[in-house]
């Protein structure tokens, strides 16, 4: 081989090294994440089939139309528990957003961050996030459900505990959206005269809707799979009734299924299965909205 | 620093052995910058601007003047506060936390920094393009509109959109589809129509922060014709980095720099403010002539 063929081959042999050494390494990480993957889909499935196996011979109408019995477990269901659901985590909705969106407005467009109250209100947002869910139950336990308000265990009282858990969550992921919208936007808007007000409603709002859609939908759905809060706040009892209003008292499909799952007998096991799975088919009905939400929505700019 | 008058600007009734007799030689100077009747005076002015960001002083003791219905260019290198003094002119800067003015900044003689002085108001008479086009993710009828919308300036509001789409010149490009989402037009059509949205709040003065410099040379040259054309309705005030643009365009030039201060902090400074004619062929300072030869920045 002489001095030009050198010259001529070593740039192409750079492009063809040995490439034994990497590709094991590489092999070897892959195997090692699905081996991760596999076990925690391994465990998944299992519980899901466990669930499907022992309930699906109580999927049938009286689920979802019949009132918990303890004397017919056989033929009783969990209408009293869906609707209080959609009760509590609807006032619950109406409790959190406004006021979380709202309060993530402020922060976010008005809040002057280098005012103390305005960086201690920030830091207890991002705490409040992470405080136990029970805690929630007790606070309104104590300030709610007792003296002052004194509302006793009723509905209210549930949707307040839960709109008290998920407002931080809210606040966080609107924020994240308002933040989302480019400078360009907001300066756009205010160049041509428009003020913060009109920015905010005008621009701001629109362009992060999907986001705190996304957001609110996954908090609320987070709601829905609460027991233990509301376990402090009086869902506690063993409802037969539709619960008929904001101070009725109530109990909700994870409180029910607690319950159930206290009962001795053979028959309330299947029910309890059937409830399981009817809470896992709204809560994955939930969070594939907030998907579609977010994969049809989510613009990129 | 040279501080001109109003009288000693540009104009055809300027006599004969002054600069402008001479021009053309080595820049097209003032080309596209039409003939017009003298210059009513000053729309905007600045005196003793001094703006801060936090402590830091970014932009020191600048005195302009810009001339009704004229276009007046700022230059400088990077960092040397052009846009911080533009963005005085309509106090974007409040919208900078921890931004701070001192000094004057007068709007046909009144400060607009003064008490009382509403900075809507003020943004509703001085508008401004953006170095990026920003369109709003609306339709291209609905970004037009918006300004006259928020202002509430609602009346004849379909007649307000053809009028400054036209004063943008892109009426004809986008009159069969202004219910299409802006985002769906090239670069340069969207800084016009960032324009056109600018235009129609019927401002008085029209700020510009490096309008060209994300378009390609065609779509640079229909904006510069433009400013041609809206210079006779508007009072404009450009930031470019491209010193043929400048002297393409403008009537008066301010040559802005960032000086090291005592402690060592680059503050900007406004070097040179004269005709844009007197900057490119005879700058009076050394700084302002390296820069515009290229040797500096
Ligand atoms: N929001 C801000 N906060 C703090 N400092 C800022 C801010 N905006 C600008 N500055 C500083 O002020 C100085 C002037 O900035 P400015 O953006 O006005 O320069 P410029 O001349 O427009 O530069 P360019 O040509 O790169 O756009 C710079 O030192 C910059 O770092
Ligand atoms: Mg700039």
């Known amino acids: ?301 | 620093m040279v501080n001109p008058g109003k009288d000693q600007h540009m104009s055809p009734t300027s006599p004969p052995g002054t600069a402008q007799d001479t021009a053309g030689i080595h820049l097209a100077v003032g080309d596209r910058a039409p003939e017009q009747p003298r210059s009513a005076g000053a729309a905007m002015a600045t005196e003793n601007l001094h703006v801060y960001y936090g402590d830091f002083l970014a932009v020191r003791d600048v005195d302009l003047q810009f001339d009704d219905r004229r276009i007046t260019a700022l230059i400088g290198p990077s960092g040397c506060g052009k846009s911080t003094v533009l963005r005085c002119l309509n106090r974007m800067n409040d919208l900078v936390p921890g931004a701070r003015v001192e000094g004057r900044v007068t709007y046909h003689g009144t400060d607009i920094y003064g008490p009382g002085v509403d900075e809507i108001e003020v943004r509703r008479r001085i508008g401004m393009v953006f170095q990026k086009p920003n369109p709003f993710p609306k339709s291209i009828y609905d970004n037009v509109a918006y300004g006259p919308r928020v202002t509430g300036a609602k009346d004849h509001l379909d007649d307000t959109v053809e009028q400054a789409l036209r004063g943008a010149a892109l009426w004809d490009e986008v009159k069969d589809k202004l219910k299409q989402n802006a985002y769906g037009l090239s670069g340069g059509q969207q800084q016009r129509l960032c324009i056109a949205r600018a235009i129609a709040t019927r401002p008085d003065v029209l700020l510009m922060d490096e309008p060209c410099s994300a378009l390609d040379p065609i779509a640079t040259s229909k904006i510069e014709d433009l400013m041609g054309e809206l210079v006779q309705d508007f009072t404009i005030v450009i930031v470019t980095h491209n010193m043929q643009q400048a002297a393409r365009v403008s009537h008066s030039t301010a040559f802005f720099t960032a000086q090291p201060d005592e402690h060592g902090d680059r503050v900007g400074t406004l070097v040179e403010f004269d005709r844009t004619l007197k900057i490119f062929e005879d700058p009076a300072d050394k700084r302002t002539e390296d820069y515009i030869s290229g040797k500096f920045g």
Request: glycine letters at 6%; a positive charge.
């Open chain 1, 1 to 301: 081989m002489t001095a030009t063929d050198t010259a001529r081959t070593t740039p192409a042999r750079a492009l063809t090294p040995d490439r034994r050494r990497r590709d094991v390494a590489s092999t070897v990480f892959v195997s090692v994440l699905w081996a991760c993957l596999l076990v925690a889909a391994l465990f998944l499935f299992y519980v899901l089939i466990t669930i499907v196996v022992s309930g699906v011979s109580r999927l049938d109408a009286n689920l979802i139309t019949q009132a918990p019995s303890t004397i017919r477990p056989a033929t009783a269901g969990v209408q009293p528990a869906i609707v209080g659901t959609l009760l509590v985590v609807g006032v619950t909705a109406l409790i959190a957003l406004p006021l979380g969106i709202a309060a993530a407005i402020y922060l976010e467009e008005y809040a002057d961050p280098r005012r103390w109250f305005n960086r201690a209100i920030e830091l207890n947002v991002q705490n409040l996030a992470a405080v136990p869910s029970i805690i929630f139950g007790i606070l309104v336990l104590a300030f709610v459900v007792r003296a002052p308000l004194n509302f006793g265990a009723v509905a209210l009282s549930g949707s307040i505990a839960l709109a008290l858990l998920i407002l931080p969550v809210v606040i966080i992921a609107t924020r994240e959206s308002l933040r989302a919208v480019p400078r360009e936007i907001r300066d756009g808007s205010l160049a041509v005269g428009a003020t913060r007000w009109q920015t905010v409603w005008r621009q701001l709002l629109p362009a992060a809707v999907p986001g705190i859609a996304t957001g609110s939908i996954l908090a609320l759905s987070r709601a829905v799979g609460e027991a233990a809060p509301l376990i402090l706040v009086g869902a506690t009892t063993f409802i037969t009734f539709t619960p008929d209003g904001l101070f009725s008292r109530y109990t909700v499909m994870p409180v029910q299924i607690f319950n159930f799952a206290l009962q001795s007998r053979e028959a309330f096991i299947p029910l309890t299965y059937a409830a399981i799975l009817l809470l896992i088919v709204i809560l994955l009905a939930l969070n594939g909205t907030a998907i579609v939400l977010r994969n049809r929505f989510a613009r990129r700019w």
